[in-house]
């Protein structure tokens, strides 16, 4: 069940396509969490998922994984990826040795 659904703006040219973030609710898996994502990249839609220990860890976990797609992703490094506002950062954490990565609100409530 999806608890989140977030969107960003890839531009490529005169083309502005969304790149849409899907986030699953934690779920039991075995004797850990599980929490579900997917970012639906211009190339196409990358899932994956985040382990914890309770659902607050892979929840917080997926997040942290989210940013760091986007943060490393080749459409943040090329300029063309942007929240609501360009340069206003992605709304999602980094852990700690990628926090140099932020850009714009996020800097102020990640950094």
């Known amino acids: ?21 899907r986030l699953d609710v934690p779920i039991p898996a075995d004797r850990s969490w599980s929490c579900a994502y997917e970012i639906g990249w211009p190339e196409g839609p990358r899932r994956s998922v985040a382990h914890g220990g309770d659902a607050l860890q892979a929840l917080t976990l997926a997040l942290q994984k989210i940013g760091t797609e986007l943060y490393t992703s080749v459409h943040h490094r090329s300029g063309a990826l942007s929240g609501s506002s360009p340069g206003g950062g992605y709304g999602f954490p980094v852990p700690p040795n990628l926090r140099d990565l932020l850009a714009g609100d996020d800097v102020a409530a990640f950094g």
């Open 1 to 21: 069940m999806v608890v989140m659904i977030h969107e960003l703006i890839h531009r490529h040219g005169d083309a502005v396509l969304p790149v849409v973030i």
